[in-house]
């Protein structure tokens, strides 16, 4: 018998609504995670930069037990203890995945970040300060724009872990694809389309997200031109000189 006869493109489309709502959610998880785990990231990094003692050592403890545990790990920690503990019961899975996706993602933006900092030579921020600049100011208009260009590699590799470690967060019951996957796997008792699905769903979720990381990443670089478009009719002096 064919392959492509034995596949059962039925049940997909039967569960067509649930795999879409488990896209949104998967990307809602990322989106979320990423954009507190940057912010919060850059706070970290800056702080593991400090020469203070109580704004280095904290950054550095909360890097460390970040990287150093499973996010899953995290996730089920944040989703049954810690959440709980603080308001008194669960606010969902939405909440407790983002906020573990957020927290995990901040660690390793903080290195990025550091480690970008870093790379721009100490005589950018001297020059500023003995301009006059607050070291506040000089951090924000005169290093960070610097080293954002360095940093766009990295931070869009961790974009796209980000993408993928979103699925952890099936074990708390999220309606993510992964669940998507599991359900039309347990309701048909077959798993080659349920999750080969899931597979290419985020193979092209990761193929899409590539390439917006490698535009950002050229339009961003040091050679970038920016493409001029081609005038059908021109006016002033270029168009009378002949």
């Known amino acids: 018998m064919d392959f492509l006869d034995a596949i059962r493109f039925d049940m997909i489309w039967n569960y067509k609504e649930l795999f879409i709502r488990g896209l949104w959610i998967t990307l809602s998880l990322t989106a979320v ?109 005169i290093i960070l724009p610097q080293a954002f260009r360095r940093m766009i ?29 599991k359900v039309v796997a347990g309701a048909y008792a077959r798993f080659w389309e349920p999750y080969i699905t899931v597979a290419i769903l985020y193979l092209l979720l990761t193929w899409v997200f590539t390439k917006v990381i490698a535009y950002v990443e050229r339009r961003y670089s040091n050679s970038y031109i920016p493409s001029q478009r081609r005038r059908i009719f021109t006016f002033g002096r270029a168009s009378a000189g002949g």
Request: aromatic share 10%; hydrophobic share 50%; with cysteine.
């Open 153 to 181: 590699p990295p931070l869009g590799n961790e974009l796209i872990a980000l993408l993928k470690d979103s699925s952890l967060v099936t074990v708390i019951a999220a309606n993510d694809l992964l669940y998507a996957g």
């Open 33 to 141: 995670g990423y954009v507190g785990g940057i912010i919060l990231g850059l706070f970290l990094g800056i702080g593991k930069l400090s020469k203070i003692k109580w704004i280095y050592y904290p950054a550095k403890y909360y890097v460390d037990f970040f990287r150093g545990t499973p996010l899953l790990v995290q996730i089920l920690l944040i989703h049954l203890a810690v959440i709980p503990s603080i308001f008194g019961h669960s606010l969902g899975y939405f909440v407790s995945g983002a906020t573990a996706l957020m927290l995990n993602c901040a660690a390793y933006n903080a290195e990025i970040i550091r480690a970008g900092i870093q790379s721009i030579e100490k005589g950018q921020m001297e020059a500023a300060r003995s301009l006059g600049m607050p070291q506040g100011e000089a951090m924000r208009f």
